[in-house]
């Protein structure tokens, strides 16, 4: 993470937001959108979300994610699809389109955003080929990712055991009485848990979050891996990772 007295997204920084910047990236939002990138990191500044969010939503956090979302589309970064059509003599030849989730247009200039909360990783190698092309095709000027940050990912068992611990979530019962989701394979992995002498809480914690927030999905150390791979190519990238701070305690 860069220091937080230089560069961009200063309240991020403060925040301890994990930030890389490829191809340049930096440079071009400083001079061409660099009051775009001020709105962008007070909305993302202003983004937490609630344990009790993390566990009753089973892994998907729609809400918090759409209140995001909304935030961001009242700052007019709109979804749009980019439909790119190459002919030869007058004639088409190949049509292709691509669709963001978070757009932002200024001129002959443009940003393509995405939120990454909790996908297989899989999703990744998805918006990095979009952005890729995008930016062949002079659609974009800079990509931006936005997923779980490395101080988020590891202290999730952390969060949700102290949510239990908290609740006095205890047993089954204590589950189904929080209306917490419970699929076959988690309370399989609790009994088994259980008969190895771990404590409910420290069993379901596991399980939740093995099962929910494994390392196949979307989270910054995959991001890192598959961009210092290559992907996304050329294309100028904003790497965004969500801090543990964003959350708080009910």
Request: hydrophobic content about 35%.
């Amino acid at each position: 993470m860069l220091p937080p007295e230089d560069g961009l997204f200063q309240g991020l920084r403060k925040l301890e937001y994990d930030l890389e910047f490829h191809a340049h990236a930096e440079a071009i939002l400083k001079h061409d959108f660099a009051g775009i990138a001020e709105e962008l990191d007070t909305v993302l500044a202003d983004f937490k979300l609630n344990v009790s969010e993390l566990i009753a939503s089973g892994g998907g956090v729609s809400e918090p994610t759409q209140r995001l979302r909304k935030a961001l589309d009242v700052s007019g970064w709109k979804k749009h699809v980019f439909n790119i059509t190459k002919s030869v003599d007058g004639q088409a030849r190949e049509a292709t389109s691509h669709e963001v989730d978070h757009y932002w247009q200024q001129e002959q200039t443009a940003i393509a955003l995405e939120l990454e909360w909790n996908n297989k990783d899989t999703f990744f190698d998805r918006d990095l080929e979009n952005f890729k092309r995008l930016h062949v095709e002079s659609a974009i000027s800079v990509g931006i990712i936005i997923t779980r940050g490395k101080s988020f990912h590891e202290s999730l068992k952390e969060l949700v055991l102290g949510y239990c611990k908290r609740h006095d979530i205890n047993s089954f019962d204590k589950l189904k009485d929080h209306e917490i989701p419970r699929t076959e394979r988690q309370l399989k992995g609790i009994e088994k848990a259980l008969t190895g002498g771990k404590s409910f809480e420290e069993a379901f914690s596991n399980q939740f979050v093995s099962d929910k927030f494994g390392e196949s999905t979307t989270h910054w150390k995959k991001l890192q891996e598959k961009v210092h791979r290559g992907a996304g190519g050329s294309c100028p990238l904003v790497l965004v990772g969500w801090p543990k701070g964003i959350i708080e305690e009910d």
